[in-house]
């Protein structure tokens, strides 16, 4: 009578019966990674519409009583308020973080924390409600990774 010997289903490393996921700790590293990648694949564009949508709010609270001198500015506060939708591209957003960042840079590091719990939360529920087709697309990354760590080190 034979034990059958636990593998991490990634590698095929032999793995310990305390081991609760299947995962070796070799291993760990690369799924992390598929989770982050698979979350930006399913997630990305919600997490992008949180996070613009937080630095938005803040722009606008932070500078709603502000007389601009420069143009520039003035025209693009006046664009951010008006974008009902807060659809900003990267440009932009990097912008507002610059201008808030120099008008009270507390409340960007603030912010900065905000958008990181956000993003927090929405990883986290996500790693909960996994669809079958997510956890597919996990797997076959950390196995993508996996082999790509291997050429890497061989």
């Given at each position: 009578m034979g034990t059958e010997l636990r593998t991490c289903w990634i590698c095929?490393?032999?793995?310990?019966?305390?081991?609760?996921?299947?995962?070796?700790?070799?291993?760990?590293?690369?799924?992390?990674?598929?989770?982050?990648?698979?979350?930006?694949?399913?997630?990305?564009?919600?997490?992008?519409?949180?996070?613009?949508?937080?630095?938005?709010?803040?722009?606008?609270?932070?500078f709603k009583n502000v007389k601009f001198r420069s143009a520039f500015k003035k025209s693009f506060y006046t664009s951010i308020v008006s974008n009902t939708e807060k659809k900003i591209s990267k440009k932009q957003l990097s912008i507002i973080i610059e201008m808030i960042g120099q008008k009270n840079y507390h409340l960007k590091d603030e912010t900065i924390d905000e958008v990181k719990s956000i993003f927090c939360i929405m990883e986290q529920k996500f790693l909960r409600e996994l669809t079958q087709e997510q956890s597919d697309y996990i797997a076959n990354c950390a196995k993508k990774y996996y082999g790509e760590n291997s050429r890497k080190k061989g």
């Open positions: 095929g490393a032999i793995i310990g019966d305390d081991n609760p996921d299947g995962i070796g700790s070799s291993c760990r590293k690369v799924w992390t990674k598929a989770q982050r990648d698979a979350f930006f694949h399913f997630c990305g564009l919600d997490y992008w519409i949180a996070k613009a949508s937080k630095w938005v709010d803040v722009f606008i609270q932070l």
